[in-house]
């Protein structure tokens, strides 16, 4: 290849955000150039193009089963012999398996000639035989430097023991070096289990730049300096980090036992010298069952077949007060039946009580902390909502001072009140110029934690609550924040709202900044020796600066006391936002060092509280599917969604008409350049493709979750509200969930499709080109007005308010130099009509009292939609900027608001007796 042909093909692969993008590409370009060879209308230099795309594919086919080395080998020849008839039929049909996955489903000889169209057995058809062939298919990776012979007998020596009972079927793939296992693990998303040997190389033959980013995505560091026999367990380790729901099993020459004990949890089983084949199949089966295992939706799917009688409560369980009606039976019709029988008050006959689980949810609820890396899971089945006030409950009594994220979800506000915490809350950077928050930064938090102490209370702070990842896809560092807090209060908790981050797990990027896996590489690494030493250096230096000086503390990494530090972190999940669960399928995800120690019967107590004692069955059973579907696909499936939302990206920015009218907002326009250590402006940029971000998820303050595309319309003159309703929902049939005055949020998830993503953009296109016409078709004054909403919109932006105060009437310690707040008080003073009353903001009455100098104090939550939290809280004294905000707002649905009364708020003898 000359240089000129070097650069352009290293031009064109940074187009791609990832391998599986470039070689479902390139496959359909060589199904056209075949397809144009066999109706003998190609180019003269076609034979030669389709020789070079399948240079470029080689590489990438040596990591998959599918289509095979043989298959691959049968394309070459047919290419040699200009057979391309017979070309164009064989890759027409292995093009049409990868597209459409039939391969995973069918397991079809393509060589035969056969494809879907042509298989004798209907989709219908529920034989044995087919029964066998839709088996889930999966492949196993083999690391091993052998030559080809061997690896075709190794393969069929496991081929010869599968057998048509078998629950799965599955194919091994051969790689010959540690570096293409790491690169067969994150580019083949069907890979279920590793079996790693001794022998093996260190570094890959191949020198792609588009499979040389999944190296810089695993960070495995420098492994020149390793020794070879410690690649296998390096290895191991590794991809437990990379992809923990993988089984692996190792293979040595050395001490089995020597390496049992340093193998830790990576390795699910260590043989010895060469393995036993019949042995190794029946693990790897046993280790995808154990992932497949569903414990309740099992036992909710046996019980539904069981005949009963029901002499209990619900007359729809076994649909009988359905089937017998006259009036309703279109119920039964359109759900089915299996819903009813599996319907029941019941928790014996096989099914278990979610207050006091004991059985099938018990081994769920355990399923899912390994899914999800935890110590405990919880489930609950009336959202996230719950989930917040069940923690907080647990944790919190009254007089514990607790810091906030002001721009959380209202449970947690509303669960400060239950609690009686005084609350302190934490005002995140304003994006102005969108119209929405980012994030609380980590310098903000410190500084609150260092007064605190200053003022002798910092005993008294339980709780530290924010939400990560934001609405708009705000991602904290997790383990930074936490590890800087825990210097400073070593006991803290932490409560993780990831109701919109339940996929995160499932991404080896995005898993780092998660709670969970944030709590346990925290533990690991305060156990260790070399983290004993750098706090000691660190400590050093550190005491040369005087405790009152929170300035410089804050410009330093503080690192907590290992012989100290404790560990306690609970996530909660909507899991039905993002995975998949029926709605209100929730979790609660704990590991806490003090749980029985402090937590477990408060937890207990909480939970019974909040917990209906009549749970809907149908929504634990998706939670017990939904755990499933994590660990056996949830890494191909969030790769997908991730690869969707950068190609969403891609295409606004690089089509004319889009790029005309929208902007997607870039990471350098949500997350302001003091909190981006990285420097990464954005994802995709226009002369240099696709940047590599694993620096600013590894490094940065925050960075910017991918699937959420937050697209700017503020130059087509309509607001988000707008925008979203009367164009996208009602005219297209296009739903999203937030706006803001000139943002509408995009959000993939593990159900977006390609064909969805092309209907969008198509959607937008003709949005873009309906603008470009209706502006022709103005009159000079009606441009006017078109160009006055569009500087409305982009210049004439409400400031946004932060958190002013809490009035010294619900100030526990007024005379303090800290601002916690007693919000339950506030509250439930506000119960007793004589102690509010209401000013209007239209007729001049809450303008005249602020005139006056009185401090004006709300009574209630006021939450307008969008941005959907409290601008004002019970207690909180209302502010000029906060009033403006609410003037200049054009949204419809303000929670806590009666434009007709105006505001309610506390009469000042109410506040005066108060702080008698």
């Keep these: 290849m000359s240089d000129d042909q070097a650069v352009t093909e290293k031009r064109s692969l940074s187009q791609f955000y990832n391998a599986s993008l470039f070689r479902a590409d390139t496959w359909n370009q060589l199904k056209n150039i075949c397809q ?91 034989s044995p035989d087919e029964r066998t062939r839709r088996r889930p298919y999966f492949e196993v990776l083999i690391v091993d430097d052998m030559p080809l012979s061997q690896q075709r007998q190794q393969r069929d020596n496991l081929a010869a023991l599968k057998r048509e009972e078998d629950s799965f079927t599955y194919e091994p793939v051969f790689v010959p070096s540690f570096e293409d296992a790491l690169i067969a693990v ?117 019980y539904s077949k069981q005949p009963t009688g029901v002499f209990h409560a619900m007359p729809i369980s076994r649909g009988k007060s359905i089937t017998k009606s006259h009036w309703i039976q279109d119920m039964g019709e359109f759900y089915g039946m299996n819903i009813f029988l599996a319907e029941t008050s019941a928790t014996s006959g096989g099914l278990d009580s979610l207050l006091e689980p004991h059985g099938p949810i018990k081994r769920a609820q355990e399923l899912a902390a390994r899914a999800f890396g935890s110590r405990r899971t919880f489930f609950a089945t009336n959202g996230t909502s719950t989930c917040n006030k069940i923690v907080v409950q647990a944790l919190v009594q009254p007089g514990d001072i607790v810091l906030v994220d002001r721009d959380c979800h209202k449970s947690h506000h509303y669960g400060m009140v239950l609690a009686g915490a005084d609350v302190i809350y934490l005002d995140s950077y304003p994006l102005h110029e969108y119209s929405m928050y980012g994030a609380v930064p980590l310098r903000s938090i410190k500084k609150i934690l260092l007064e605190l102490r200053a003022a002798g209370k910092l005993e008294r702070v339980k709780m530290l609550l924010l939400t990560n990842c934001t609405f708009d896809g705000i991602v904290y560092n997790v383990e930074r924040f936490m590890e800087e807090c825990l210097a400073i209060k070593p006991d803290l908790v932490f409560l993780w709202d990831e109701a919109w981050f339940a996929f995160a797990r499932s991404g080896p990027t995005y898993r780092t900044r998660t709670g969970m896996h944030a709590a346990e590489a925290l533990r690991k690494k305060y156990k260790s020796a070399a983290y004993r030493a750098l706090y000691t250096k660190k400590q050093k230096a550190l005491a040369k600066i005087d405790p009152d000086d929170h300035e410089a503390q804050l410009d330093k990494h503080l690192y907590p006391d290992p012989d100290k530090v404790r560990i306690r972190v609970y996530t909660t999940q909507s899991t039905h936002k993002t995975l998949t669960s029926l709605r209100q399928g929730s979790m609660i995800h704990v590991y806490d060092q003090d749980f029985n120690a402090k937590v477990a019967e408060p937890f207990h107590e909480a939970y019974m509280t909040h917990t209906s004692t009549s749970p809907n069955y149908q929504i634990l059973a998706s939670l017990d599917v939904g755990r499933r579907q994590v660990e056996l696909e949830g890494f191909e499936l969030v790769q997908k969604q991730v690869e969707l939302a950068m190609l969403l990206r891609q295409r606004i920015r690089t089509h004319p008409l889009l790029s005309k009218h929208f902007k997607v907002l870039t990471v350098g326009d949500m997350i302001p350049s003091g909190h981006r250590q990285s420097g990464i402006e954005s994802y995709y940029d226009l002369d240099r493709g696709w940047n590599d971000i694993w620096d600013a998820w590894a490094d940065d303050e925050f960075c910017l979750d991918a699937t959420r595309v937050t697209l700017f319309v503020g130059g087509t003159g309509l607001d988000g509200d707008t925008f979203k309703n009367d164009i996208l929902m009602d005219k297209y049939g296009i739903q999203v969930n937030k706006t803001s005055r000139n943002t509408v949020l995009f959000m993939t998830n593990i159900g977006t499709t390609r064909s969805s993503i092309a209907y969008l953009i198509e ?106 939290f409290p601008i004002l809280v019970p207690g909180q004294v209302i502010s000029a900027q906060i009033i403006e905000f609410l003037r200049n707002l054009d949204v419809k649905e303000i929670h806590g608001y009666r434009p007709d009364l105006g505001l309610r708020v506390f009469t000042e003898d109410a506040l005066n007796n108060k702080i008698k």
């Design 36 to 126: 144009r060879l066999a109706e003998n209308r190609a180019a003269p230099n076609s034979a030669e193009e389709a020789r070079r795309l399948m240079d470029q594919i080689a590489p990438m086919e040596a990591y998959f089963a599918f289509p095979g080395r043989q298959q691959f080998r049968l394309i070459e020849q047919l290419l040699r012999d200009q057979d391309f008839e017979h070309l164009f039929q064989l890759v027409k049909r292995i093009v049409g398996a990868l597209m459409s996955e039939s391969y995973r489903r069918k397991h079809l000889n393509l060589a035969s000639g056969q494809t879907d169209d042509e298989d004798p057995h209907g989709e219908d058809d529920d």
């Design 186 to 302: 994150l580019f083949n998303q069907t890979i279920q289990a590793v079996v790693i040997r001794f022998g093996f190389q260190l570094h890959s033959q191949h020198d792609m730049p588009v499979l040389k980013r999944y190296l810089d995505q695993a960070q495995c560091g420098n492994l020149d300096d390793l020794e070879p026999q410690d690649y296998g367990l390096t290895l191991a380790n590794v991809i437990t980090e990379v992809r923990p729901e993988l089984d692996i099993y190792l293979v040595t020459d050395q001490s089995v036992e020597d390496i049992a004990g340093r193998a830790g949890k990576s390795c699910r089983r260590i043989f010895y010298n060469r393995e036993d084949y019949l042995e190794l199949h029946m693990n790897v089966l046993r280790g995808v069952e154990s992932r497949y295992e569903t414990p309740f939706f099992t036992a909710l799917k046996h």
């Design 763 to 868: 959607v937008l296109v003709k949005i873009a080109g309906e603008l470009d016409d209706r502006f022709e078709d103005m009159n000079a004054p009606e441009r006017a007005v078109h160009q006055q909403k569009i500087h409305s919109l982009t210049h004439e932006l409400p400031s946004l308010p932060d958190f002013s105060k809490f009035h010294d009437a619900f100030r526990p310690d007024a005379a303090g130099s800290t601002p916690e707040g007693h919000m339950r008080d506030a509250f439930f003073m506000s119960y007793n009509e004589d102690n509010c009353e209401y000013l209007g903001m239209n007729d001049g009455t809450l303008d005249q009292a602020m005139a006056t100098g009185r401090q004006v104090v709300s009574s209630t939550f006021i939450i307008p939609y969008p941005p959907g």
